[in-house]
């Protein structure tokens, strides 16, 4: 399944750091959706420009047109996100399952269950009027759901915080979640990182600059 992470030309400086974990712990074959070819990009990872970097109310409207042309699923993460443990490909086959009919995401890390949900068969699965059931962490997405919520003019924070509809979708999660990581920054302060269980000397390296 096609591994898609997202940028945007502010939040170049985390790709270095997201990369050297990215390949740490999963080194997959990845796209890196942004604006700026950024320098340096791993062997395994191919860049798609969304074309001029225009602020976050168009963060939407290009990421719209990028998946309108991918395929039913896919998984998608932000370049703030900081794995730190080895991802369990076990525990991610137990997530691939889960893409059947009537599934809108599935989460890959412990965020549904940080909220009111149900417990089945090993599975968490989200309240129909919980909050943040478009969470932006690392998920499987289908994308039929995606685009029923990625409205143009959307920044990250406006497009997380719709309010929730009982729509008949699913939002579910292995209880047994494979991506263990950090949110990597915060909106108030991009350059102050959450490092909290990341002990790499690498890492620290590569955060010299800006830290």
Known sequence: MKIII?????????????????????????????????????DNISFYSMGEDRGPKYWSTDLRKYFESQEDWFIWIMEDTFIKEEVNENK????FAMNYNGIGRVDLTKDVQKRQHTVNNGYAWAHPMSRYRLSTQPSIWNKQFLLNYLHDGMDPWEFETQDPTDDGWQIVSAIDYPIVHNEGVRRHDI????????????VLQLCSSFI
């Open 6 to 42: 997202s940028t945007s030309d502010k939040y170049q400086h985390l790709l270095p750091i997201f990369f050297y974990l990215f390949n740490k712990h999963w080194n997959k074959p990845a796209e890196l959706v942004g604006y700026t070819k950024p320098d340096n990009l791993p």
């Open 92 to 95: 991610m086959n137990d997530c």
């Open 191 to 202: 350059f102050k990182l959450d490092l909290n269980g990341i002990e790499d000397p690498e």
